[in-house]
């Protein structure tokens, strides 16, 4: 049984719903963004208008915002200021009182300037000026509906951004550490900004410029667009003013109308789109169903029969008719494709066991059973490419038997043959870890490898004493008491060029190994 979900029927009516779905939402989102991008330009016009307004307050006080800016740099950590006032007046009293009571009869910047004043009375005059600024802040914050307003005062050389004047008041425990508790204000908060990714901040800072673009913050804060209003007075540049705003608000009355003209058509073309299909099931995809039926039937069951059913219904001119015609088509050809398949797969497995066996054979030496001349030289063309790549330990031992014309005239072939075998089995025994090839009559090489190659001294005087201890042993026949010669050579890159190299010597060594084997005979 066909499942619904899988239905062609089903599937139509899930591309009609997403065209309607993607309509709908497409044309709502247009209205949508249209109307938000205005809002967004005004919201970031109006934290630009703040930080210009703020620029303005803060330029008015002239000299004296420079010298409040210069004692908050200095005496911060020194000064108590309550977290919960919400009036300087009461600061600005408590400054003049004590002004009037440390130097009666004189007035403030024209009889005597900031600097000339006692500890107490400028920390007074601080407390008074700290409290209006932030008091200002945090009204224009309010006043404009934004989320945060600050005063920032960088220390460049060290990317440290200073929130002098913070909006989001911070409580300082009795320690002088920020905490969630205390009486007064933590002022100072100071955070590294990363240039990497402060890069709008730190370019107002150093353009002494209003950006172009906006900070992008993502954070505990919230999801907010940051300006920065460099301030200068007197033509020095003292920090940054920064105002944000947040991205996520949303204009709901707009996103209501849009949705509301999106259900209204949404109705509409659900019900134009139900009508199609109708039709569509009734005309097409009913008799695509019974296609399909008859398809899994015979994929499950593998009877060209099946074939037949379909021609009788499949009487149509139409596409579906003329589909119907060529699945039977195409059954009956699978049927006789298949017959054939088998038969010849079974002819090519027979064909590639046979070029298997015929493979190995071809690398093989009959006689002995190790590798022959032919992988022989395959190996040393692996060995080539390896040497150009920087392999070095590898070394070549040529062993040859003695004697064997005299073996196969004096006892015949067959025992010659014998004497072959019984110095190869010495030879694959001794060196278990390198591969052994026959490339003549008497002749074996060994490409040393591995441990091999590492304790070829211990084996070379193996093999010699093995040979030793079988030419002394008189109950052995005459052609089993085998003499063998052996030559060596390792790979040295100062003197060999390729495994050709290395091959030479190793038979000039067997060589010269036999003529001190035939000088000790004769003597």
């Not at 009913?286 to 499950?300: C, F, K, N, W």
């Not at 490419?385 to 590898?394: I, K, N």
Request: overall charge negative; glycine content about 6%; hydrophobic content about 40%.
């Amino acid at each position: 049984m066909i499942k619904k979900t899988s239905g062609l029927l089903f599937k139509f009516a899930v591309i009609f719903g997403i065209f309607t779905v993607v309509t709908l939402v497409m044309s709502g989102i247009s209205t949508y963004f249209n109307q938000m991008d205005a809002y967004k330009k005004e919201c970031e016009q109006n934290i630009r208008n703040i930080g210009e307004y703020l620029d303005r307050l803060m330029q008015s006080e002239g000299e004296d915002f420079i010298l409040y800016q210069q004692y908050y740099m200095e005496h911060f950590a020194e000064v108590d200021i309550p977290y919960d006032f919400s009036d300087f007046q009461d600061a600005k009293i408590a400054f003049e009182e004590l002004f009037v009571s440390r130097y009666p009869g004189k007035v403030f910047r024209k009889d005597i300037s900031f600097e000339d004043l006692d500890e107490d009375v400028k920390k007074a005059y601080f407390i008074d000026r700290h409290e209006y600024w932030l008091l200002t802040f945090e009204k224009a914050r309010e006043a404009f509906n934004i989320p945060y307003t600050y005063y920032l005062v960088p220390k460049e050389e060290q990317y440290i951004m200073v929130y002098m004047i913070d909006g989001e008041r911070t409580h300082k425990n009795m320690y002088g550490v920020k905490s969630d508790e205390g009486e007064f204000l933590y002022l100072g908060d100071e955070y590294y900004d990363d240039p990497a990714v402060y890069t709008v901040q730190w370019d107002a800072w150093f353009s002494g410029k209003p950006p172009i673009g906006y900070q992008v913050w993502d954070n505990e804060w919230g999801h907010t667009y940051a300006y920065y209003t460099p301030l200068f007075i007197g033509g020095k540049k003292l920090g940054l003013i920064g105002t944000e705003i947040e991205v996520a608000t949303v204009n709901k009355g707009i996103l209501r109308n849009v949705l509301i003209q999106s259900s209204c058509s949404g109705i509409i073309l659900i019900l134009f789109v139900t009508l199609v299909l109708l039709v569509l099931n009734f005309k097409y995809i009913s008799r695509l169903v019974h296609l399909q039926a008859d398809v899994r039937e015979y994929a499950a069951l593998k009877n060209s029969e099946i074939a037949t059913g379909i021609r009788r219904w499949a009487k149509g001119d139409d596409e579906i008719s003329a589909l119907a015609r060529q699945f039977a088509i195409m059954i009956l050809e699978i049927e006789e494709y298949m017959n054939n398949l088998l038969s010849t797969a079974q002819e090519l497995s027979s064909t590639k066991k046979k070029a298997a066996e015929m493979n190995e054979l071809a690398h093989k030496d009959a006689l002995t059973g190790v590798r022959n001349k032919i992988s022989y030289d395959s190996e040393v063309r692996r060995i080539e490419w390896a040497l150009a790549d920087g392999f070095v330990e590898f070394g070549i031992v040529m062993i040859d038997l003695n004697f064997l014309k005299r073996i196969n005239d004096s006892y015949g072939h067959e025992q010659g043959n014998v004497a072959i075998k019984k110095l190869c089995s010495i030879v694959c025994d001794i060196f278990k870890h390198s591969p052994i090839f026959r490339i003549g009559g008497d002749e074996f090489v060994v490409i040393l490898e591995n441990t091999d190659y590492k304790n070829i001294d211990s084996l070379s005087k193996k093999f010699n004493e093995d040979l030793d201890n079988i030419k002394s042993d008189k109950t052995l026949e005459p052609w089993e008491r085998i003499s063998a010669a052996i030559g060596i050579a390792l790979y040295d890159p100062a003197i060999d060029s390729s495994v050709s190299n290395v091959f030479k010597r190793a038979d000039r060594a067997m060589y010269t190994r036999k003529k001190e084997m035939k000088a000790v005979r004769e003597n």
